[in-house]
């Protein structure tokens, strides 16, 4: 990330990529933070910043899409339908 005077980003981007759209909601994220600006000799400079975004999943998944099956039709013998949860 590239960090200004002001402290704020200008521009940002992905080192390392991550599926699902993960890569746009960090540098969404990133362009969104304020920081404090750098100094050499007592005067602001913009920066190029390393900054590691990490996103935890929660594992409660009693809820959302893989747990909404309204009905099921295997296509073949060897194909089950998922169970829902307390079942």
Do not use: H
């Not at 750098?38 to 390393?50: C, H, K, S």
Request: net charge positive; charged share 25%.
């Amino acid at each position: 990330a590239l960090i200004d005077e002001r402290g704020e980003v200008t521009t940002a981007r992905v080192l390392k990529g991550l599926p699902m759209g993960l890569d746009g909601a960090a540098v969404d994220a990133v362009k969104s933070w304020k920081f404090q600006p750098a100094t050499r000799l007592g005067e602001a400079v913009p920066v190029y910043f390393i900054v590691t975004v990490d996103f935890r999943l929660t594992t409660d998944f009693d809820f959302g899409p893989a747990f909404f099956v309204v009905s099921c039709r295997p296509s073949s013998s060897r194909t089950r339908c998922p169970r829902r949860a307390g079942r």
